[in-house]
């Protein structure tokens, strides 16, 4: 607990201060970021890293996540979604050049992973260029569904959720983490009553519940992919906690989630 207390203090105390100023250094952090949780992935299925898979599957997340119209400004307002485009068509000229050997099936792999990443960083970028209010909001809910999940979890949970994923996760723990994210949302809301525009402050109660549905979603899913390659944890960047994917697992649902319902 010591460690976690030390090393996530740490990182937040990097973190914070790109997030606070965004712009470009934010950007590319994020960038630098959602490559390394995509080599996580790639070092999971027994991949190097600097392996074909590997580096085009962090090149399409990098590309995916950053805006690419910000820089390559002779690329259409799409630019990011472009160059993912050239690189997927890279990946796929892999099943001719090497017919027999590499299938469309192991060309899905790096496309799969570098967009399961990506496009997660890419709306937290999103969020925090429409202002810095709508990403601390997002994080309140992850971090409220997270902290609320494992109390509850712990002091009353007894049915599990998903345990072939999960063993440890309870649905009263799930409940627990859904109502800490609402308490928590209402008091960042009246505090910051235009951070849930354009909708009103009920319709924003109910779209909080989805967004701590889909952040434990996140959390599943990324369990899910480690029970599969048999791992702990993602990584081992931050001691304590894992990996990068460890971190941003929930943040990777959630923030898409949000723009998809117009938060930002």
Same mark, same amino acid.
């Given at each position: ?61 990098? =590309? ?70 709508? !990403? ?5 809910? !992850? ?40 308490? =928590? ?9 235009? !951070? ?34 048999? =791992? ?21 649902? !959630? ?10």
């Amino acid at each position: 607990m010591k460690e976690r207390v030390v090393f996530g203090a740490l990182a937040l105390a990097i973190f914070i201060p790109f997030l606070w100023f965004g712009g470009v250094a934010f950007q590319l952090l994020v960038g630098i970021l959602a490559m390394i949780g995509v080599s996580e992935i790639v070092k999971m299925k027994g991949f190097e890293v600097f392996s074909f898979e590997g580096l085009f599957a962090m090149l399409g997340a990098f =590309v995916l996540a950053v805006p690419m119209d910000h820089y390559l400004t002779f690329l259409p307002i799409d630019a990011s979604l472009s160059v993912y485009t050239i690189l997927v068509f890279f990946i796929l000229a892999g099943t001719v050049l090497n017919f027999g050997k590499y299938s469309f099936d192991d060309a899905m792999f790096p496309i799969a992973s570098s967009f399961y990443v990506g496009i997660g960083f890419q709306n937290l970028i999103n969020a925090r260029i429409a202002g810095l209010d709508k !990403v601390l909001l997002a994080l309140f809910i !992850v971090w409220a569904t997270d902290i609320g999940a494992y109390m509850v979890g712990r002091s009353y949970g007894k049915h599990k959720l998903l345990p072939s994923v999960s063993p440890n996760k309870t649905i009263e723990g799930s409940l627990g983490g859904m109502v800490s994210a609402v308490v =928590v949302a209402i008091i960042f809301m009246l505090l910051k009553p235009t !951070v849930y525009a354009p909708y009103n402050f009920l319709v924003m109660i109910v779209l909080v519940l989805i967004f701590s549905i889909f952040a434990q979603f996140g959390d599943l899913v990324e369990s899910a992919l480690k029970r599969y390659y048999g =791992v702990k944890d993602s990584g081992k960047m931050i001691p304590g906690h894992g990996g990068v994917l460890d971190r941003f697992d929930s943040m990777i649902f !959630v923030f898409p989630i949000m723009h998809f319902f117009g938060i930002f």
